[in-house]
């Protein structure tokens, strides 16, 4: 269920910027969105309460609240500074900040961008600590910016460049080949072949068949000999997707595979040897499948030498922001449509929908909706039915739907406005409505007093 307090976190932790608010009468730091926490490397935690003069500071020593006060409220008030991070290491940037009252106090919303950043630029892959010590790295197929999904960067940047074999688990949908990719793109073997098999798509004899190869006559319709895809991957990286459904015979050749680096065609007894690195994946628990007596403990023991296990999308529901905006972009390019937005009510949609097809579903979301939508934003009417909320639903608030939009509403002009640097007319452009009917929404959600003149 969601509160204001969770309406509001959405919003603040799936905006494109860093943000850091700073109580002025304490110039201590009362909140930061996630970006701002993987920008300066601290936990919430370690920030809140933080002197500011801590985290950032000016280059020519006036103490950064000198400059909040004086900075003016046109659009040209990006101020350069430098932010401190917690391993000490010193960024050049700039900022934008906007005062608020909030109970009684001024507060101040500061926009934190690295000079060489515009403010549209929006970096859709996972924002990563920059410490090398840790195996990190960034990965631009990999999008989100969620905790969750920075343990899995972490992960990958730990075991790209070896040699081991990487078992990765995972729901359905929630891209698993793509962590493969990204661990074969960042290895030594980059430049090598990258091959894929998807073991549950081919029966038993098959499988070996396209696994190991063929000598011709080997069974019926074996006009000629072919080359397996352990072959073909040679002195590269293969992925073997669903691993769990492989037969027993298969899982024992597999096993010698991975031993001894050889195996022999299916009806041939010259052993061919190759140097391949190998990936599984799988939506299976095969530690439950080993007790059940449906997989191979030996098999499983050489696959999990290192796992990375990908966590479902409604557990990094801060990640669909980013997600939804990628796609959007992806499928307006794909069917020469210019869709700029989703509507309020759209977000507030797929924020209570629970995925149960992980990124995939999302991403298949988004299609249906961009091939169907006619406005410049998507409506909640463009989504799969299943997504659209009722009455009835059981992810429905227990403020119910028109609040629950009313709060939505807030939180993106709240946004909205902080990106604006407070300027009504740049806000109306960016929300595309009449600057004349901007007012009305301002006084509806009590933001009216909390504005700077223009």
Known sequence: MHTSSNLYQVFFNTANDAIVVIDLETCTVIDANVR????????????????????LRSRDGRQPTAIFSRM????TS?????????????????????????????????IVRDLNQSPRDGNCSAVLDRDSREGESNFPTIIG????????????????????????????????????????????RNRGPFVKVNCAALTETLLESELFGHVKGAFTGALRDRRGRFKQADGGTILLDEIGSMSPAGQAKLLRVLQEHEFEPVGSSVTTSVNVRVIAA??????????????????????????ISLPPLRERKEDISLLAQHFLHQYNLAVGKKIQAFAAETFAAMMQYNWPGNVRELENAVEHAVLIEKSPAISP????????????????????????????????????????NWIKKRAADMLRIDAKNLPYLLRKHNLSDGLRPN
């Open 36 to 55: 701002m926490l993987h920008r300066s490397e601290y936990q919430r935690e370690e920030l809140l309460g933080m002197p500011i003069q801590r985290l």
């Open 72 to 75: 003016p409220d046109e659009e």
């Open 78 to 110: 990006s101020k350069a500074l430098q932010l401190i991070n917690k391993n000490g290491a010193v960024g050049e940037i700039s900022i934008n900040a906007s005062s608020v009252e909030c109970n009684g106090a001024i507060v101040f919303f500061v």
């Open 145 to 188: 910016q969620s905790e969750k999904i920075r343990q899995v960067c972490r992960r990958i940047g730990s075991v790209a460049k070896s040699e081991v074999t990487v078992l990765i688990q995972g729901e359905s949908g929630t891209g698993k080949e793509i962590v493969a990719d990204a661990i074969h793109a960042h290895s030594l």
């Open 282 to 307: 799988t939506n299976t628990d095969l530690k439950k499948a080993v007790a059940e007596g449906k997989f191979r403990d030996d098999l499983y023991y050489r696959l999990n030498v290192f796992s």
């Open 381 to 420: 009417a463009s989504l799969p039915m299943n997504l659209i909320p009722t009455e009835t639903s059981e992810t429905s608030t227990e403020l119910g739907l028109r609040d629950t939009l009313n709060l939505l509403e807030k939180q993106i002009l709240l946004d909205t406005l902080i990106h604006a």
